[in-house]
C-alpha cells in the first residue's frame, strides 16, 4: 500500500519547544500528538498508531535515553523510530550513548528547522523501507506456507479452503476463491476476521467473471483493482466495502478460470500485486493437477467399473453380496476382479487380482474373466478352469502373474469346493464362530499348475466371505494380524448380508490398493 499521513509523537515537557517542533510537523504533512512526560508518551502510545517519536533526552519523571531503550525493547514498538532532542547532553559522548541506547538520530539544540525536517525524512524513509522488507519477508513466508498447502490438496473443497486461509494471511485482508471442478459444481471459500468457511455460489459465475478482466483464451493470469460494485455484480454476497484487487488465471486453454479476491484497502503496490499473481497461478496449476486427477479416476473407474458383472444371479435360498472399491489415492485401473456364475446344478464363485495398477493390469483381468466364462460354459471343473487359466497367462502374459479362488457351490445340499491358485482363503462363519479355508496353491503365471482343494459345507445360515488382499494389507502391520481383525470382526454377522459387506469394508477405512469382497450366505 501507498505511505499514508504519519503520525508523530513529539515528547518534551516544554510547551513552546513542543508547539514549536509541532508546528514544522504538521506543516511538513505529519499528524502531530504530543506528551509533555514518559507516562503521557506511553498513553499516547497506546491510543494512536505512531510512525514516529520525537524525545526529550530530559523529562520530569524519567530519562528520555532510557525511555527509548525500554521502547526498543518492547515488541510493540520496537519498530518505531526516535529521534532523541537534548539541550545540555550536546558533547559527542552524549549522542554516542544516546544512538547505542536505542535513537535512530540524536538532535542537540538550538535545532535548525530544515535540518530537524530532513532528519525526520530520513529516519522516517529508513524506517519504512525497514517496514517494506520485514513485511515482504512475512509475506514470503506465509506465501511459500500457502503454496505448500496448496499443493497438498487432495479436494476441491480444501483447495479452496487453504488458498482462502493463506490469502488471509498474505495480505492481512478478507480473501475469496473461486474453482470450477469437472463435476461442475462451483466451490467457493471465504476468509474473514480470522475463520474460513465455504459458502454457495451464485449460479453462472463462471460465465459473468471473464467479463471482469481480459484473460484471453490460451491462458495465463492477469490481475485489476475492481470498484466494490463490479465485484458484487458476480457474487453479490460479497463483504467488500471498497476495492478489491482481483486475480484470475487458467494453465490451459479453453479450460475454466480460478479466481482470488482481496479487499484493497488503498492502493496496492507492485510487490503486493505480484505476490497476488503468483498466488492465481500456484491455485490455477493445482487446481489443474487436481481436476486432471480427478478426471483420470473418473475414467479409471468408469473403465473398472465395466470390466466387472453389473448383476449377480439369484438362486433360491441364497443371498450373494459384491463389492468393488477402488484405492483411495490412486487414478489407475486395478486388477481385482469377482465373478458369480449359476451353472445349473452349482455356482462358480471367482475371486480374483491380477497384478499391478495399469491399463496392462485391466487389460488382462478381463481377458481372465472372459476366458473363466469361457471354460465354465465348456463344462470344466474349477481345478482344471485354473489350469487353463494358467495356460493362458504362461501363453499371452508371461510378464503378469494372479491369484484367483475358485468356489464351486451346490445350492441344493451346500458342499463347497474351494479350488485355490495363491489366493486369500476364504473366511467361513456359522453360529458364531469364523474359520479360514486351508488356502495354498501357486499363483497363475508359473510354470506349475498345483491347485490346493478344499472340501467344506455351508450350512443353513452360514456365510463364506473371500476378499482380495487390499482389504487388509497395511504398512507396518502384519498380514497376520489383520487376517485375525476381519476375522473377530465378522462375527456376529449382520442380519442383512448388504449391511454385513458395508461393514467389513468401512471397519479398514480408505486403502491404498483396490478392494474387491464376495459375501454368500446359506438361508435357514
Known amino acids: 500500500m ?10 518534551d515537557d516544554n510547551d513552546t519547544k513542543r508547539y514549536i517542533i509541532a508546528s514544522w510537523l504538521q506543516r511538513a504533512g505529519h499528524t502531530v500528538v504530543n506528551a509533555a512526560t514518559a507516562a503521557e508518551a506511553r498513553q499516547r502510545l497506546a491510543e494512536h ?27 510493540e514498538t520496537a519498530s518505531v523510530p526516535v529521534i532523541q532532542i537534548s539541550a545540555w547532553a550536546v558533547e559527542s559522548t552524549d549522542r ?31 524506517s519504512r523501507a525497514r517496514i517494506r522488507a520485514e513485511r515482504m519477508a512475512e509475506r ?19 483447495l479452496t479452503m487453504v488458498t482462502a486461509r493463506g490469502a488471509l494471511e498474505i495480505f492481512g485482508e478478507p480473501a475469496s476463491v473461486l474453482v470450477l471442478p469437472p463435476d ?6 471465504v476468509s474473514l476476521d480470522g475463520r474460513t468457511e465455504q459458502r454457495a455460489t451464485p449460479a453462472g459465475v463462471f460465465d459473468r467473471l471473464p467479463g471482469l478482466l481480459e484473460l484471453g483464451e490460451e491462458g495465463g493470469t492477469d490481475v485489476v483493482l475492481l470498484p466494490a460494485r463490479r465485484w458484487k455484480s458476480v457474487l453479490p454476497d460479497a463483504v467488500a466495502q471498497g476495492d478489491v484487487a482481483v486475480v484470475m488465471s487458467r494453465s490451459k486453454r479453453g479450460g475454466p478460470p480460478v479466481c482470488i479476491g482481496i479487499e484493497a484497502r488503498g492502493e496496492p503496490d507492485d510487490v503486493d500485486l505480484n505476490i497476488l499473481r503468483q498466488l492465481g497461478q500456484a491455485l490455477a496449476l493445482a487446481m489443474g493437477a487436481l481436476r486432471s486427477f480427478t478426471e483420470q479416476r473418473l475414467i479409471s473407474l468408469t473403465l473398472q467399473r465395466s470390466l466387472l458383472p453389473s448383476v449377480h444371479p439369484s438362486i433360491p435360498g441364497w443371498a450373494f453380496s459384491v463389492r468393488y472399491e477402488p484405492a483411495s489415492e490412486q487414478a489407475e485401473v486395478g486388477g481385482d476382479f469377482y465373478e458369480v456364475l449359476d451353472r445349473g446344478d452349482h455356482v462358480l464363485v471367482a475371486i480374483g487380482d491380477v497384478q499391478g495398477h495399469s491399463l496392462h493390469a485391466a487389460t488382462v483381468m478381463a481377458e481372465i474373466r472372459h476366458a473363466l466364462r469361457a471354460f465354465a460354459d465348456e463344462g470344466h471343473d474349477a481345478v482344471t478352469i485354473l489350469r487353463l487359466l494358467n495356460g493362458v497367462m504362461l501363453r499371452y502374459h508371461d510378464d503378469q502373474t494372479a491369484t484367483m479362488c475358485l468356489m464351486t457351490v451346490d445350492p441344493r445340499t451346500g458342499a463347497v469346493q474351494v479350488a485355490n491358485s495363491g489366493h486369500l482363503a476364504p473366511l467361513f462363519i456359522n453360529e458364531g464362530r469364523a474359520r479360514y479355508g486351508a488356502g495354498g496353491g501357486v499363483l497363475l503365471g508359473f510354470p506349475a499348475d498345483r491347485v490346493a482343494i478344499e472340501e467344506a459345507e455351508i450350512p443353513p445360515g452360514g456365510t463364506v466371505v473371500l476378499i482380495t488382499d487390499g482389504l487388509i494389507e497395511d504398512r507396518g502391520i502384519p498380514l497376520s494380524d489383520n487376517l485375525e481383525r476381519l476375522r473377530t470382526i465378522a462375527v456376529p454377522v449382520d442380519d442383512d448380508l448388504e449391511t454385513f459387506s458395508d461393514r467389513l469394508i468401512s471397519e479398514f477405512g480408505h486403502r491404498e490398493d483396490d478392494v474387491a469382497l464376495i459375501a454368500l450366505r446359506r438361508s435357514l
Open 140 to 158: 514470503m513466508a506465509a506465501f511459500t506456507r500457502t503454496s505448500l498447502a496448496i499443493n497438498a490438496a487432495e479436494t476441491f473443497e480444501e
Open 49 to 75: 498508531d505512531v510512525n514516529l517519536i520525537v524525545l526529550d533526552v530530559k523529562l520530569p519523571d524519567a530519562s528520555g535515553i532510557e525511555m527509548s531503550a525500554q521502547l526498543k525493547a518492547d515488541p
Open 96 to 126: 554516542t550513548h544516546g544512538l547505542r541506547r536505542g535513537a535512530d538520530a540524536y538532535l542537540t539544540d538550538p535545532i535548525d528547522p530544515d535540518e530537524f525536517l530532513a532528519t525526520v525524512e530520513s529516519v522516517l524513509r529508513y
Open 2 to 11: 501507498t505511505d499514508a499521513e504519519p503520525c508523530t509523537l513529539v515528547v
Open 184 to 189: 461442475g459444481r462451483p466451490r467457493r471459500a
